[in-house]
């Protein structure tokens, strides 16, 4: 198990995770922030809210950005095809 | 054996039964520390105890089957653990612990049941706090369909500033999430806004309400109908 910190990229800067979350893998790490930018973005339809990001950056303990998850990678795929 | 007299406890349903209601349960309370964590009561397993807080919040959570939890209400000094043994359950589905350390005293069940034989005013204050909890719960599942992470959010630290002392709020994101059954980052991003608006600080482990008032509107009736029935039913609370 490692720790990783999803860190979220909006237009005015970084939002930061402070706590970080333990999976196994940077792979898990990327299910999870797929699951959270579902969440997000389903908030944002569903409330009006305008989602504050558009990706979220992976971490490891070190800070060291080892991959990067747009939110649109979180939509299924037929999804796409809407625009 | 001594126990505390009705003015120095800080339960606000032992400070509201009547003298005589306060002379039947007054003797089997017995102190207790309620450290974090602590589960008061078991999901399925038969209740023993009672815990009256005077201080710290507990949580009833009830959980999926694969051990995902959601929080289904929470209750501090005004309240009581366990309270499904005075309608007559000997279990319930519902697990419930400590999620802000405090202190308060334990009763136990037998104790309890024999005391509200003796006082009607025991007896109907306790019930009043079940009927003000289930109206709780009811805005919590109302809340849960209709709001917004941070409409939820800010209902819920509302709820917690009721029952804590001061403006700070010692909880984690992941604390946070699972209370609220949401992903984390859905918690952290819910803070940055509610902190952008100016209504609270969020720094890593505590939330500081700045603007309650501002809070409350933005939790847009989902807050203060239960407080306001406790209040006329039972006394000042929060």
Known sequence: MSRFYLHQQTASGIIEDPDGTEVSDLAAARHEAILAARQLLANAILHGVAPLGAAFQISDEAGQVLLTVPFREALPPHFISID | ?238
Request: charge should be negative.
């Open chain 2, 1 to 238: 054996m001594p126990h505390p007299t009705q003015s120095f406890v800080r339960n606000c349903l032992l400070s509201a039964i009547d003298t005589a209601g306060y002379a039947a349960i007054g003797p089997h309370l017995e102190p207790v520390d309620l450290p974090k964590g602590t589960v008061l009561i078991e999901a399925g397993v038969p209740f023993t105890h009672v815990h009256f807080f005077n201080r710290g919040i507990g949580s009833v959570v009830i959980s999926t089957a694969d051990s995902r939890r959601v929080e289904a209400g929470i209750f501090g000094r005004e309240g009581l653990s366990g309270f499904g043994c005075l309608l007559g359950a000997d279990q319930c589905p519902q697990t419930t612990l400590v999620q802000v350390e405090g202190e308060g005293y334990r009763v136990s069940i037998d104790a309890l049941r024999d005391a509200c034989q003796q006082s009607n005013s025991l007896r109907e204050t306790l019930l009043r706090f079940v009927h003000v909890f289930i109206s709780q719960t009811s805005f919590t599942a109302l809340s849960n369909v209709n709001q917004s992470v941070e409409g939820r959010l800010a209902r819920w630290l509302l709820m917690c500033h009721d029952r804590v002392t001061g403006d700070d709020i010692a909880l984690t994101h992941e604390f946070l999430s699972i209370m609220l059954a949401v992903q984390r980052p859905s918690v952290t991003t819910a803070l940055h806004m509610i902190e952008s608006y100016g209504f609270i600080k969020a720094r890593r482990g505590n939330i500081t309400i700045v603007d309650r008032d501002a809070l409350i509107d933005f939790a847009d009736g989902m807050y203060g109908t239960p407080e306001a029935e406790y209040r006329r039913l039972i006394g000042p609370f929060g």
